[in-house]
């Protein structure tokens, strides 16, 4: 069974970049539409990034377009998230999720990780 594990966040200042990872166990991550939420205190969980990992094909929210950038290493079954340009805004915690359609709706994930906070911070 596919299970996700978030890696890489932590404290930065605005402007700041850091690279989130999502690494997969249980499955093979090819074949699968990988997204990366976020939810800030007090906000529902919103859809950053998505990427196929059978062809690289990415989907980028309007906030983040120009600043993140998705990516996939399939053969270490892990999908990054590089961000770069980070402002308070970005604050939250970010998830990873796992879908066989390319869908950026909370709802149709199948799989989730735990999450790891990020936190924009003079």
């Known amino acids: 069974q596919l299970q996700l594990v978030e890696s890489g966040g932590g404290l930065v200042q605005p402007g700041g970049s850091l690279r989130l990872s999502c690494e997969a166990s249980?499955?093979?991550?090819?074949?699968?539409?990988i997204g990366w939420f976020r939810q800030a205190p007090g906000k529902e969980r919103v859809g950053v990034s998505l990427?196929?990992?059978?062809?690289?094909?990415?989907y980028y929210t309007d906030s983040v377009k120009g600043r993140f950038t998705v990516s996939r290493d399939n053969a270490k079954n892990t999908v990054y998230l590089q961000m770069n340009s980070l402002k308070p805004d970005d604050t939250a915690v970010y998830y990873c999720?796992?879908?066989?359609?390319?869908?950026?709706?909370?709802?149709?994930?199948?799989?989730w990780g735990k999450g790891t906070l990020v936190t924009v911070s003079s």
């Open positions: 999720a796992a879908s066989r359609l390319w869908s950026i709706v909370a709802e149709r994930m199948d799989t």
């Open positions: 249980g499955s093979p991550l090819y074949g699968y539409y």
């Open positions: 990427i196929s990992t059978r062809d690289g094909t990415t």
